[in-house]
């Protein structure tokens, strides 16, 4: 199939775009430690951790949102019982732990962001991202609009603005928010707000059907682009969830190798940023071929290559 004039190019985000500066369980000790609560190691706040989110997943899935739980109150209930086990019977957390955790993972604080992001979205400003711009030669689409379409709650678009994108504030549920001509990301497409997670088709159709909205909110001067007239390219991490699911929604989709899971694969190919993969799919008793890239640099030599 021929590529279309136009691109709608969406991101995962942990993992993706950022990741913790350390580990989750490191940067909980480090805090509880220094509120005076001891008697663990990581490993055991690891251990925790993990047990008391997938209890508050179950009894509240989604972060609480169809009982009307903010996301805030999910993650200090999760919290809480994370340290349960290190505090005596019936004594309290330090009164500043859990709102310091809060702030900590909502900001660049608690994360750091992939050295390829920032020169990435640089790129895509000086390319020809909207109406009006002339169009870079190195960029292969008239135009190009990004969003992030992410399994997680509404702490996302600040995380991001913290390390200096630009995000719009459309969002499901927003209402017509108006979109801003300067924003690296023109919206954010949360589970939270779905109410399914990827790689559930639903998740992909509500970036779609933003990106509608998007456009008949702000058509181009001069013409009327529609949702049909963009490529639909999704970037993530993950197999299943992130290239299975995209695909599954008709969508095309590259896997970014930032475990370095492919680096033998990419070694063989004599340092090709790219390649393709055969994937086992879970659901399917056959395999599919799946397009690797080892960071961002390597997305326009992907899309400049297509006819």
């Known amino acids: 199939m021929d590529r279309k004039k ?11 775009l950022f990741t913790p500066r350390r580990s989750i369980a490191a940067q909980y000790g480090e805090l509880a430690r220094r509120h005076g609560l001891t008697g663990f190691t ?25 009982v009307g739980m903010k996301a805030p109150a999910w993650w200090a209930n999760v ?51 909207r109406p ?27 995380i991001l603005s913290s390390f200096g994108l630009r995000v719009g504030s459309r969002r499901v549920g927003s209402g017509n928010a108006l979109a801003s001509a300067d924003d690296d990301i023109s919206f954010v497409v949360l589970s939270y707000d779905v109410g399914h997670e990827k790689p559930d ?29 963009f490529d ?8 299943e969830k992130d290239v299975l699911g995209a695909e599954d929604a008709y969508w095309k989709a590259l896997l970014i190798d930032r475990a370095g899971r492919c680096s033998k694969e990419f070694k063989d190919r004599g340092g090709d940023p790219t390649i393709e993969v055969l994937a086992d799919h879970e659901n399917s008793s056959r395999y599919r071929r799946v397009k690797v890239i080892r ?11 297509r006819p």
């Open 6 to 16: 136009n691109l709608f190019l969406a991101f995962d985000a942990f993992g993706t």
């Open 132 to 158: 009006g711009h002339t169009k870079s030669n190195n960029w292969p689409y008239d135009r190009t609009i990004v969003g992030v379409i992410t399994n997680s709650d509404d702490r996302i678009p600040g």
């Open 79 to 129: 919290i809480t019982k994370t340290f349960k086990p290190f505090t005596a019977v019936n004594e309290s957390l330090p009164s500043q732990l859990v709102p310091e955790l809060l702030t900590r993972f909502s900001t660049q604080e608690g994360y750091s962001i992939y050295p390829d992001v920032l020169p990435f979205f640089a790129r895509l400003r000086t390319a020809h991202l």
């Open 201 to 229: 088709r639903r998740v992909f159709d509500a970036a779609q059907n933003l990106l509608r909205e998007m456009l008949s909110d702000s058509p181009k001067s001069g013409d009327f682009d529609t949702a049909e007239d």
């Open 42 to 66: 990581d490993e055991d706040v690891q251990f925790s951790f993990r047990k008391a989110f997938k209890e508050a997943s179950k009894e509240h899935p989604n972060y609480g949102k169809a």
């Open 232 to 239: 639909l390219v999704y970037v993530g991490d993950d197999l």
């Open 295 to 305: 960071d961002l640099n390597a997305f326009v030599d992907v899309f400049r290559a």
